[in-house]
């Protein structure tokens, strides 16, 4: 067990954690709009009985309504409707019994 270290967006666990705490997020909003991650401030990672991940991301409103049936929805270009907002999200991950928790979600 260590403490926190830095990683790396390249790293696919770190990208499946970001992705499995922004389908959440989204869950629990009550916003007609899906939300997606504007810019990455921040990741770290730490070895904790799995792996436990730190991110500090932007948040913004996309154009695409929750329940569609779209892909990929980028971040609306008008920054008014995009109403971007910093989130902070811990991720736990487990792999090899398939557990992955979001452990602390964004109150915004």
């Not at 504007?38 to 070895?47: C, D, I, M, N, R």
């Not at 991110?55 to 929805?73: D, H, I, N, P, Y």
Request: net charge negative; with cysteine; charged share 25%.
């Amino acid at each position: 067990m260590g403490g926190r270290s830095e990683a790396s967006m390249d790293e696919q666990g770190v990208k499946d954690a970001l992705q499995y705490a922004v389908v959440e997020h989204n869950k629990e909003r009550n916003d007609l709009y899906i939300s997606q991650v504007a810019k990455v401030v921040k990741v770290e990672k730490q070895v904790v009985a799995g792996i436990k991940y730190y991110f500090t991301v932007e948040m913004a409103r996309t154009s695409c309504r929750k329940g569609g049936v779209e892909k990929l929805c980028a971040v609306h270009d008008d920054p008014e409707i995009a109403a971007p907002y910093e989130c902070t999200f811990d991720v736990w991950s487990q792999p090899w019994i398939h557990s992955i928790v979001v452990t602390k979600g964004c109150n915004h």
